[in-house]
């Protein structure tokens, strides 16, 4: 694992940055795949070739800002800047799939085993006192998302996601989820009180919102809790691609 430093020489104690963000460490601990918390209040969460078999989670105890268990699969590639943490793997499941095509059905199937093998029991743990985006380029499959302990302002997956589910924290403003490339299974849970504007493009199936269930809807669909209107603090919720097995649930 490297952790680059940060691109700009800059300065981002600046009460008007966005971000309030203490310059990286000198030395870092590369093997313990952990990044100090040094006073962020908002950060960004950046994951380059998607996530299979993880789960990302904000931990009330947490004292580092970000802290990887790899669960004995390849670590990541870490680069801190000013306001984001990104994170990439040398292989991806595109390349797993680029690299396989060609050695017939057998060695296919082994490198898709060998792949999840590889990226199973990975966790992200994340620090509670951090409003968090998480933007997520690849897809997700078999994936968890725990923020219910800390704060979010955004969430944007690209790539598509199949067997994923959201927990979400109470919204303080109205907070932007944006999945393209179609969703199946999915679930999200949130706070009592915390209303929810759906849009789906590409027409959804098997959809439940709380008490309402819908068996199909073609084309785009728009639906909300009741309690969205304004700046209300609440999810927007935006799909497109299509959706089926969609679970939104009060907590």
Excluded: K
Excluded at 105 to 130: K, M, N, Q, R, Y
Excluded at 203 to 216: E, Q, Y
């Amino acid at each position: 694992m490297l952790i680059d430093p940060p691109h700009s020489t800059h300065s981002t104690h600046s009460t008007d940055h966005p971000y309030r963000t203490a310059p990286a460490p000198r030395e870092l601990d590369l093997e313990s795949g952990r990044v100090p918390y040094t006073g962020q209040t908002r950060m960004r969460l950046t994951i380059g070739s998607g996530l299979a078999h993880a789960r990302i989670v904000v931990d009330p105890a947490a004292r580092d800002l970000l802290a990887i268990e790899s669960g004995g699969g390849p670590r990541p590639r870490i680069r801190l800047a000013a306001g984001e943490v990104a994170l990439t793997w040398r292989d991806s499941f595109g390349g797993w799939l680029c690299n396989v095509l060609t050695a017939g059905l057998d060695a296919f199937t082994a490198g898709l085993d060998a792949f999840a093998a590889g990226h199973g029991e990975f966790a992200i743990i994340l620090h509670p006192s951090v409003e968090w985006t998480l933007a997520i380029r690849g897809g997700l499959s078999h994936f968890a998302c725990d923020l219910s302990a800390g704060a979010v302002a955004r969430i944007d997956i690209a790539g598509g996601c199949s067997h994923v589910l959201l927990d979400l924290p109470l919204p303080t403003s109205v907070v932007p989820i944006r999945i393209s490339g179609g969703a199946s299974s999915i679930g999200v849970r949130r706070p009592a009180e915390a209303g929810v504007a759906l849009g789906v493009s590409g027409g959804i199936s098997m959809l439940r919102l709380d008490n309402s269930g819908f068996g199909a809807i073609g084309g785009g669909a728009r639906l909300d809790t009741g309690d969205v209107g304004g700046e209300t603090p609440h999810y927007q919720l935006s799909i497109s691609g299509g959706a089926s097995d969609l679970a939104i649930e009060r907590r």
